[in-house]
């Protein structure tokens, strides 16, 4: 969102935004709509960071390959939660975040489709991006050097290397397989605390449950308790700030499940839940 806003003040492009639907997806049809003759770029999430739910970037691609319309998509939490093949998706640019693939901090990478490389301009200046340079200009690299100027981080990219061979040896039929069964297990459990809101569609998401307690108890303070219990959870606005507007909410907890996780540890969350039920007398 925020670099469109960037673009918004500085050259003053026209943001159109698509809204989800009631169960909290984003549907490619819906996107359609607000398409016009004057599309340029669609920017998108491939997987929601707040309620786990899934955009069809391919049908999205496939739809406006013909009009020229440019797709960029932001895949940092759908690359950890299975297979990313970009060539099948069709999209331009795909954006991945090191961290989350349980890499170092401030890694990361992003894939350009090759056909819009010639099209592109630098936007910093530094060794290796520059073929020559005399008084009276300068000449580019080919890319992707024509992109990365000065001394990259070496450091946190061969990190980031090494955090995607261990993925890849665990390997993704089974981080997707343990992750399907957290998922339908927690829905399970979750389906039990009547005084629990899940935030997002009940189907076709991934291991991330959004919610919210009833009496609009503060997400900060449920945090707390679970804290103290050995549970560690997101709470606020996670980045989304639209989209709790969406839901008419400030804020709210999040709790994400992994390769790493059990489901013994999901017994210990809802146990501790159910402390919290008991403290705010709900």
């Not at 819906?30 to 309620?51: A, E, P």
């Not at 297990?185 to 991330?208: C, F, H, T």
Request: aromatic share 8%; hydrophobic share 40%.
């Amino acid at each position: 969102i925020v670099p469109w806003h960037f673009l918004k003040e500085k050259i003053g492009i026209k943001i159109i935004w698509v809204d989800i639907n009631s169960e909290g997806t984003l549907e490619v049809d819906d996107i359609l709509k607000k398409v016009t003759k004057n599309t340029k770029l669609i920017s998108v999430t491939h997987m929601s960071n707040v309620l786990g739910c899934r955009v069809d970037i391919k049908k999205l691609c496939k739809k406006v390959k013909s009009r020229g319309i440019i797709v960029a998509v932001d895949g940092s939490q759908a690359a950890v939660h299975g297979k990313v093949d970009v060539s099948e998706l069709g999209c331009d640019f795909y954006a991945i975040t090191g961290h989350k693939l349980y890499g170092p901090s401030s890694s990361g990478a992003l894939y350009v489709n090759r056909k819009n490389f010639d099209n592109m301009k630098p936007f910093m200046g530094g060794g290796e991006m520059i073929d020559s340079v005399t008084k009276d200009g300068v000449s580019y690299n080919l890319p992707p050097n024509k992109f990365e100027a000065g001394t990259p981080g070496i450091v946190s990219v061969i990190g980031l290397g090494a955090a995607i061979d261990y993925i890849n040896e665990i390997g993704f039929d089974f981080i997707e397989e343990h992750e399907k069964i957290l998922t339908t297990y927690m829905m399970q459990r979750l389906a039990e605390l009547d005084w629990v809101k899940l935030l997002g569609p009940r189907n076709n998401r991934a291991s991330i449950f959004s919610f919210v307690l009833k009496n609009e108890i503060h997400p900060h303070d449920v945090s707390a308790i679970l804290d103290r219990k050995g549970i560690a959870i997101r709470t606020g606005a996670h980045c989304a700030q639209p989209l709790m507007e969406f839901f008419g909410i400030t804020a709210s907890c999040r709790a994400s499940l992994a390769l790493y996780n059990t489901v013994e540890e999901i017994d210990k969350f809802i146990e501790s839940l159910n402390s919290c039920k008991k403290i705010f007398n709900l």
